[in-house]
Nanobody, 126 residues
């Protein structure tokens, strides 16, 4: 089991940038595919991005492609989400999550992830 703690959320104007960080501890972080999800009140949690254990493969939902970048540092047990050109519709609570399965190139379902952080709020004003 991996404990995850997100940070870096906040209030930003449309067009601005934020970098979310997720610190992992207590488990085999480098053996896990890592993902970022987001959720707004009254809606399902939505997949945003994922990165494989070896950092070679990444996956993004269409609405963030070209604006968001997921990365990880296995030596530091960290995963990041760089968010540029933010839009009001990016406003949500962002969660990082760990998926211990090997040999897959992406995982877009929240059911595939076993460990979750507590979330960090991102608010983009227009």
């Amino acid at each position: 089991q991996v404990q995850l703690v997100e940070s870096g959320g906040g209030l930003v104007q449309a067009g601005g940038s934020l970098r979310l960080s997720c610190a992992g501890s207590g488990g085999s972080f480098d053996y896990c595919m890592m993902g970022w999800f987001r959720q707004v009140p009254g809606k399902e949690r939505e997949f945003v991005a994922a990165i494989t254990q070896n950092r070679i493969n990444t996956d993004y939902i269409d609405s963030v492609k070209g604006r968001f970048t997921i990365s990880r540092d296995n030596e530091k047990n960290m995963v990041y989400l760089q968010m540029n050109s933010l839009k009001p519709e990016d406003t949500a609570v962002y969660y990082c999550a760990a998926n211990p399965k090997w040999g897959i190139l992406t995982a877009r379902s929240q059911d595939q992830y076993t460990d979750w952080g507590q979330g960090t709020q991102v608010t983009v004003s227009s």
